[in-house]
């Protein structure tokens, strides 16, 4: 069972920084992107972040400049460096790959999801 778990998410002031991570149950996941979205209070899924499979980050406006996308391969993780945050920034965090997505585990075992695989969110509260 492939799942995305993501942690991090806390209340913290407008102008301070926080990291997310967001993990990846024992599965690596093959030749796909990762992405950061947020899911603000009476409105849509937003997308912040992605990284592709050759490394290459891509950015939101809205983000640009102060969120960091990285990923530990090996670890299995991707996180996101939030500095300089807003009351804007406030919503849930979620990160998810791209649609047609595989995962594989160390004993070779592999599933691909056609939705994409996508965590439950972290809260980010700012104030």
């Known amino acids: 069972h492939v799942q995305l778990v993501e942690s991090g998410g806390a209340s913290v002031h407008a102008g301070g920084s926080l990291k997310l991570s967001c993990e990846a149950s024992?599965?690596?996941?093959?030749?796909?992107?990762m992405n950061w979205y947020r899911e603000a209070q009476g409105k849509g899924r937003e997308l912040l972040s992605s990284?592709?499979?050759?490394?290459?980050?891509t950015y939101s406006d809205n983000v640009k400049g102060r969120f960091t996308i990285s990923q530990d391969i090996d670890k299995k993780t991707l996180f996101l460096q939030m500095n300089d945050v807003t009351i804007a920034d406030t919503a849930l965090y979620i990160c998810?790959?791209?649609?047609?997505?595989?995962?594989?585990?160390?004993?070779?075992?592999?599933?691909?999801?056609?939705?994409?695989?996508w965590g439950q969110g972290t809260q980010v509260t700012v104030s």
């Open positions: 998810g790959t791209n649609r047609g997505c595989t995962a594989c585990n160390d004993d070779g075992v592999c599933h691909m999801q056609r939705s994409g695989f």
């Open positions: 024992g599965y690596t996941f093959k030749r796909c992107n």
């Open positions: 990284v592709n499979t050759d490394g290459v980050t």
